[in-house]
């Protein structure tokens, strides 16, 4: 069965950082794009950023660029969030996904071609 369990969410002043965690089993997901979407209330799910297997390959959302890195350990079949200048607007669940996609080229995340889901984990930046 296949798993995508996150951690690291709670609550933080703006300014400070968060570093979120998501532990994949069930599978090794060497042909997959991991992507963090988030869902704040009243609004879409939106991609935030994603990360190819060999990590050559990384997407991040206009409102987060020069703050969240993403990246993965793919001996630990683990992806992670650091997040960074946090601000009251990035409050939201935030979701781990995988999406099957054997290259590192023009892969668009897009949220109903997401294979896997993680349950989320929830983000509050106080102002």
């Known amino acids: 069965q296949v798993q995508l369990v996150e951690s690291g969410g709670g609550l933080v002043q703006a300014g400070g950082s968060l570093r979120l965690s998501c532990a994949a089993s069930g599978r090794t997901f060497g042909s997959d794009f991991m992507e963090w979407f988030r869902q704040a209330p009243g609004k879409e799910r939106e991609c935030v950023a994603a990360i190819s297997w060999s990590g050559n390959s990384i997407y991040y959302a206009d409102s987060v660029k020069g703050r969240f890195t993403i990246s993965r350990s793919n001996a630990k079949n683990t992806v992670y969030l650091q997040m960074n200048s946090l601000k009251p607007e990035d409050t939201a669940i935030y979701y781990c996904?995988?999406?099957?996609?054997?290259?590192?080229?023009?892969?668009?995340?897009?949220?109903?071609?997401?294979?896997?889901w993680g349950k989320g984990t929830l983000v509050t930046v106080s102002s």
């Open positions: 996904a995988a999406t099957y996609y054997p290259s590192d080229y023009d892969f668009s995340p897009d949220y109903n071609s997401v294979d896997y």
